[in-house]
């Protein structure tokens, strides 16, 4: 039998002074997300939606949980594989489209890991483990547009003994 993992959150729209939504230009987008555990998260829209952009937006966390969820899969199938992964570092790009009506939809999203593996001839395995990593990320296989990676695994230089 499966195992069910349920998540529970409260998102708070924190913009309403000020009249609420009278107009589209006038109410603020400011939220608070917050769950039991980890530190309230400031939530607004996308600055192209009138958005405070020192706030994260829904965007944003779409794309940081799919690198998140990749780089979690990735590490623990090295792990198991016995590849020493010492850094880890994605630089993830996501496209989204606007229709007409207003809303709107992700295209892709291209993950690109740079990850650094302690034994230089552990590359090439650490490097195809990524597709593996794709296969088994709970996030990727939630969504219904392509997650493209470009990852670049190198190995460390060894150190000469003093």
Not at 131 to 151: D, G, L
Request: hydrophobic content about 35%.
């Amino acid at each position: 039998m499966a195992m069910v993992h349920k998540y529970d959150l409260t998102v708070t729209w924190t913009g309403a002074a000020g009249g609420g939504t009278d107009s589209y230009r006038s109410y603020d987008r400011a939220h608070e997300v917050t769950a039991d555990g980890p530190p309230p998260l400031s939530g607004s829209a996308d600055p192209h939606f009138r958005g405070d952009p020192s706030r994260w937006n829904p965007e944003q966390l779409l794309l940081a949980a799919l690198s998140q969820c990749h780089m979690l899969s990735f590490l623990s199938l090295c792990s198991r594989a016995g590849i020493v992964v010492t850094a880890y570092t994605d630089h993830a790009h996501g496209t989204m489209a606007q229709t007409p009506d207003g809303g709107g939809h992700f295209t892709e999203v291209v993950l690109r890991p740079q990850v650094r593996v302690a034994d230089p001839e552990m590359a090439g395995p650490a490097a195809e483990l990524h597709e593996k990593a794709h296969q088994v990320c709970f996030i990727a296989n939630s969504v219904n547009f392509p997650v493209r990676h470009e990852p670049v695994v190198t190995g460390e230089a060894p150190t000469e003994a003093p």
